[in-house]
């Protein structure tokens, strides 16, 4: 069982969260088949908690990779959890994240490290809600890459709809932290449903959370010609998305000439159909330039011993 500071960093800090002990598989409320764990990547792994639950399930995957930005979580989960079974892998994702990955390397994005259409399973519980735009999108494009024919994956997501904010036209997300651009962000349905279907995905489910305003689950697949996806807009469902009330939004009273003027968004556009890495940007792009100039590296050199004597103190 990871201890509990571990436990702490990844939200549930009960023991029960990380067992399994009727081997049920771990998706069982949602009905899907049980050929889909035969190969599972699990990102954003944490400290193993979905991988203990499914090397107790029956049957348990023949193949799991997990990855998290971590790499005390990720160390962890290689020392106590591949022991038990030599097919669970457990790799560190080196991406900068301001809270969970502060002394990672400086970039948004990495490829995920596995081949083409490899996994019947990816699970991205809790990861969405602390991307950037460009990094979901890219991400996104690369749970199509890996997804089997008919594989499918977990996803978790805010949602809110832009259509509720009139000064909102051309913005698709909202960040809860200036501090920490992945503390929660919140993506407009809209925009979600359209770039899910430009790059090739489609939705096979969606669940609204247990409570307004928390995480959607919504199920993904590869995009065939007949799939019709299962994700609500407009009004259906509209009571569960962030910043939903009890109480109607009142009824619009300005002339219809007036109101032409007002809350009238632009056609939506996607991204290109493969995105690139997201690009660093603000003060992130800025520690980036200046750690490739002459001046980072000299200093480095120069302070590196004073450095190697804090580590052997």
Known sequence: MPPLDLRTSVGLTDTADFDNPSGTPIYAEFGIPLRAYETVFDFGCGCGRLAR?????????????????????????????????????????????PYYAPGNSLRLALPLPVDNATFSLVIANSVFTHLTKSQAEYYLSETARILTREGMAFTS?????????????????????????????????????ATVRNLGLGVLMTRPPVIAGHQWTVFLAKRTPDMVDQFPL????????????????AEVTLPPEILAKFGQAPVLRVGPQKPEVPPLFGALGELERIKRSWTWTIGRTLTSPVRMLRRLL
Not at 57 to 64: A, G, I, S, V, W
Not at 234 to 249: T, Y
Request: charge should be negative; hydrophobic fraction near 40%; include cysteine.
């Open 53 to 97: 639950r499914l090397l107790q399930q029956t049957p348990k995957p023949r193949r799991y990779v997990g990855t998290d930005v971590h790499r005390g979580l990720i160390e962890w989960c290689r020392d106590n959890l591949s022991p038990v079974d030599p097919n669970f892998q457990f790799l560190h994702h080196d991406v900068y994240s």
């Open 157 to 193: 997501w805010f949602f809110f709809d832009r259509a509720s904010f009139p000064f909102l036209s051309e913005v698709y997300c909202l960040y809860t932290s200036e501090a920490d651009f992945g503390r929660a962000v919140l993506f407009d349905r809209e925009w979600f449903i």
């Open 234 to 249: 407009g009004q259906d469902e509209a009571q569960w998305v962030s910043g939903a009330s009890l109480k109607p939004i």
